[in-house]
């Protein structure tokens, strides 16, 4: 939003002093946001008060925001900061405070606080919140960070937003004024860390290394400095190889880690403050040190020695399994790989390695348990992967409002140091004490006007960078803070735009894969319905539906023994058919479609009525929808209109496939008699 708004603002907001190294980019980004923020919804400009250009000045005797970094601060305002920050562990942690004479603090220890500061002054200008409000706010992750799958070709995989907003015709190529804007929008939400490519690696963006692309990186790099974002590339394991320079990749030979090592100084000389690699190896054809007869923990070592000496880190992903699987053997599982392979190897990596597990055992379906990953590791630093681009949850044709569940992810207890040991202080690094922690999620833009393609896929960007600086908000919260932001402040269109968010994710549930059975999808793009696209494929994905019953045995008593993988009591929970979860039934056990749920319904009925509520829920979506006509801008109005209309369509043909599959399999009616197809 960057209407007027009907009270003008605060008579603190009317002015403005800035204290902090004069010149500093991502001060003066601060200082620019939020002037612009109070010419938006004033019409004027704050003045400029004398704040400093280095000394520390006089604190303003009028009222005003002053924002600045503490050993800038003058004198009083110092010790007053200095207290309010004590206490906060990370140096983008900012505080407000009111100061007398009705004026405002924003204060930090660098900078890149006061940026955040100022994005959370802005919040609170459009929310009509008071802006002296005492609050000290802390970054319970050190990495906020988004994956850009996209590649040189300006192509972007997962994408469903149009093309990449930072290659063209595979040259680094870009709009400045759109990335700057991207930037700023990232800042807005915290998130300090981008991978400008595709963890697939290909042939030209191997070369993002060389010299002959380091410049153009580089410039990139510069776009997102000021806002507070580094940079990392997502890095071939293979590169000494496909760039022709070394006969062999092996971690261990002198010569590759030599390679490395001159790559990161040539990097750190284009851009000093370069974040470090992401790498995907040994998963879905990607080289990796198993090629060498090497383990995961000598390849990143390598690499993390490399770029230690400039502070850079490597993230090393943890999505490695066979994708050669046989579906005739019941007991092979991939819900077991990242565990099976990165338990071995916990307390190998060095400190500058971080191992980004995806939020699930098998990948970013609608329904998963968390990954047994975060509970196992104790000696390894982690981050939490999450995909904000809806690759097998609507893409981007369909609503679904993804923060309930990655609060759900972040809330899960795993019980490894007992009771609260929940994945939000594991990646947060707390749990163990580790040095380094995270959250990335894979990031849902492109060149779309409105960056989603879909307009209520942005609450989803929105909800990741919430969540990742504070993973105790509540999703519900941040729907309404993210629509009132957005649309505006009638309480009409609030309510109804959160109930659509808040209904999105159940809905695509209930009318896609019941009870956590996933990949019901077509293979390749993964869009849209196939029950048995994936059924007996190489992938390892399977749901086991034969005309008794269905789901994957993944017990330890007569299954994959995956449930083995937690510790208790979670472990027993998912074991025994009378403690699971209805809603992750299918994931654990295989059993007959008369089976009771919870619920009190059996697994079949469950399926028809989950499939036929989904539909009436988005039919209720768009209704909702409907009835915002002239309350929000005809443009957004109608093009998330033509959306909801179409995602009906699609929840018809999910439901009608879904049901008549099973019904086939098994031939029990509907117990309330609505037609399913024969
Ligand atoms: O979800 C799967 C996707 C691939 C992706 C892979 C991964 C980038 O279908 O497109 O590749 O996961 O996470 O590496």
Redesign the pocket.
């Known amino acids: 939003q960057e209407s007027p708004l009907p009270d003008g603002v605060p008579e603190a907001a009317r002015r403005m002093a800035v204290f902090g190294p004069a010149g500093h980019p991502v001060l003066e980004c601060a200082a620019a946001e939020w002037a612009r923020a109070v010419r938006a919804a004033s019409g004027e400009s704050p003045a400029l008060l004398a704040g400093d250009a280095g000394d520390a000045g006089d604190a303003p005797s009028v009222p005003c925001v002053a924002m600045g970094v503490l050993s800038a601060l003058p004198s009083g305002l110092r010790e007053a900061a200095q207290e309010a920050l004590a206490g906060a562990h990370s140096d983008e942690a900012y505080a407000v405070l009111p100061v007398d004479g009705g004026g405002v603090a924003l204060v930090s220890r660098a900078p890149a606080g006061v940026l955040y500061g100022a994005f959370h002054l802005i919040r609170r200008l459009r929310l009509g919140q008071p802006l002296g409000e005492p609050c000290v706010s802390s970054p319970r992750n050190d990495l906020r960070m988004l994956d850009h799958?996209d590649n040189a070709d300006g192509t972007i995989?997962?994408g469903y937003a149009g093309r990449s907003l930072f290659y063209r015709a595979g040259q680094i190529d870009f709009d400045e004024g759109r990335v700057r804007d991207y930037a700023r929008l990232l800042a807005s939400i915290g998130v300090n860390a981008i991978a400008i490519n595709?963890?697939?690696v290909h042939e030209i963006e191997t070369r993002f290394l060389t010299e002959a692309y380091l410049p153009h990186v580089a410039r990139l790099a510069g776009a997102f400095r000021p806002y507070g974002i580094r940079v990392f590339l997502s890095v071939n394991f293979a590169s000494p190889v496909d760039l022709g320079e070394l006969p062999t990749a092996d971690p261990l030979d002198p010569r590759v880690e030599a390679w490395w090592r001159a790559a990161a100084d040539r990097i750190y000389r284009h851009i000093p403050d370069f974040g470090g690699f992401l790498v995907?190896a040994d998963?879905?054809f990607r080289p990796g040190p198993f090629t060498y007869g090497r383990d995961h923990a000598d390849g990143a070592n390598m690499l993390a020695r490399a770029l230690a000496p400039h502070g850079g880190v490597v993230i090393w992903?943890a999505?490695v399994y066979n994708c050669l699987m046989d579906w005739r053997d019941r007991r092979a599982d991939r819900a077991r790989a990242a565990y099976d392979h990165f338990m071995p190897l916990d307390g190998r990596f060095l400190d500058n390695v971080l191992l980004q597990i995806?939020n699930g055992p098998m990948?970013?379906q609608v329904r998963e348990p968390v990954s047994p990953l975060f509970g196992g590791l104790s000696a390894t630093n982690v981050m939490l992967?999450l995909?904000i681009t809806q690759?097998?949850t609507g893409q981007q044709r369909h609503v679904c409002y993804l923060a309930p569940m990655w609060k759900q992810v972040l809330d899960f207890d795993t019980h490894a140091r007992g009771p609260g040991s929940t994945v939000a202080e594991v990646v947060s690094g707390r749990l163990y004490g580790r040095p380094r922690g995270g959250m990335a999620g894979?990031a849902n833009v492109g060149d779309d006007v409105n960056w989603t393609g879909h307009s209520l896929a942005q609450a989803n960007l929105y909800a990741f960078g919430r969540l990742a600086w504070d993973p105790s908000l509540d999703p519900a919260e941040i729907a309404r803070e993210w629509t009132r932001l957005t649309f505006g402040d009638d309480p009409y269109v609030v309510r109804a735009v959160e109930g659509i968010l808040m209904a999105s994710w159940p809905a695509y549930e209930a009318y896609t894969a019941p009870l956590g059975v996933g990949w019901m999808v077509n293979p390749g793009h993964?869009d849209g319905p196939n029950p048995e696209g994936y059924e007996y494929s190489k992938w390892g994905t399977y749901h086991y539906a034969d005309w008794q019953g269905v789901g994957v045995d993944r017990t330890m008593a007569t299954g994959t023994g995956y449930t083995g993988q937690y510790h208790e009591p979670v472990r027993s929970l998912y074991e025994h058919l009378e403690t699971c979860p209805d809603e992750l039934l299918l994931f654990f056990h295989h059993v007959p479609y008369t089976h009771v749920l919870h619920s009190g319904k059996t697994v079949i009925q469950h399926i028809y009525d989950a499939h036929f509520d989904g539909v009436e829920a988005v039919v209720w979506m768009v209704e909702a929808w409907r009835r915002l006509e002239g309350r929000i801008d005809p443009v957004r109005f109608e093009r998330v209109m033509a959306r909801l209309e179409d995602q009906v369509q699609r929840a018809i043909e999910w439901r009608d496939v879904i049901n008549t599959y099973f019904y086939r399999k098994c031939g029990i009616p509907d117990e309330r008699g609505r037609h399913i197809y024969p």
């Open positions: 799958w995989e997962r595709n963890v697939n995907k998963s879905e992903r999505f995806k990948d970013f992967e995909q690759e097998y894979v993964h």
